[in-house]
Nanobody, 114 residues
Framework: QVQLVESGGGLVQAGGSLRLSCAASGSIFSINAMGWYRQAPRKQRELVATITRGGTTNYADSVKGRFTISRDNAKNTVYLQMNSLKPEDTAVYYC????????WGQGTQVTVSS
């Protein structure tokens, strides 16, 4: 069984910053990739950023230049540094872990006020 524990969400004013963390624990033998997705009200869940075990990153166009994904392989933890936040970044942010299966965190709310 694999558990993902997210933290770091909250309320911030536009232009501000937040840092999300997601720690994986449990029966983890090999992590292929970790990433962040988000879902705003009445919208589909969408990719924010992903990072492979080797460090290759991928970002949604809407966050490029503002968000940075990183990971600590030794701690099985992935981070998302979010700068220059905009009201349209408001969503529930979910951590995703890919091993031989796919696991999701419980989500953390990020609210950006204008």
């Amino acid at each position: 069984q694999v558990q993902l524990v997210e933290s770091g969400g909250g309320l911030v004013q536009a232009g501000g910053s937040l840092r999300l963390s997601c720690a994986a624990s449990g029966s983890i033998f090999s992590i292929n990739a970790m990433g962040w997705y988000r879902q705003a009200p009445r919208k589909q869940r969408e990719l924010v950023a992903t990072i492979t075990r080797g460090g290759t990153t991928n970002y949604a166009d809407s966050v490029k230049g503002r968000f940075t994904i990183s990971r600590d392989n030794a701690k099985n933890t992935v981070y998302l540094q979010m700068n220059s936040l905009k009201p349209e970044d408001t969503a529930v942010y979910y951590c995703r872990l890919v091993t031989g299966n796919i696991y999701w965190g419980q989500g953390t709310q990020v609210t950006v006020s204008s």
